[in-house]
Nanobody, 126 residues
């Protein structure tokens, strides 16, 4: 059993920054897995945001956030972070982290991921 808990969401003005964290508890995942961030705004479909390999080197970003968001892995606390800069109102959504166990492909399809956090709200005002 793996439990994921997101934190760091909040209310920020356009152009501001937030840093989201995804902390895992439970059994060890092993050496091959991917961690991704998805977001879903009210009335909208769930969208891929960013993903990172278990090595912490390979990353993938949605075009809408490329150049503004940075995903990273902290080896000291086994957590994945999403640094969000130059936030825009269209970034407003519930952000959830997810784990794809046993693969380094970093898919963008939600159904490919095995474990999910409950989400953290990000609201960007204009």
């Amino acid at each position: 059993q793996i439990q994921l808990v997101e934190s760091g969401g909040g209310l920020v003005q356009a152009g501001g920054s937030l840093r989201l964290s995804c902390a895992a508890s439970g059994r060890t995942l092993g050496s091959r897995y991917g961690v991704a961030w998805f977001r879903q705004a009210p009335g909208k479909e769930r969208e891929f945001v960013a993903a990172i390999e278990s090595t912490g080197t390979g990353t993938k970003y949605a075009d809408s956030v490329s150049g503004r968001f940075t995903i990273s892995r902290d080896n000291t606390d086994n957590a994945v972070h999403l640094q969000m800069n130059n936030l825009k109102p269209e970034d407003t959504a519930v952000y959830r982290c997810a784990v794809d166990q046993g693969s380094l492909v970093l898919p963008t399809t939600p159904s490919r991921y095995d474990y999910w956090g409950r989400g953290t709200q990000v609201t960007v005002s204009s």
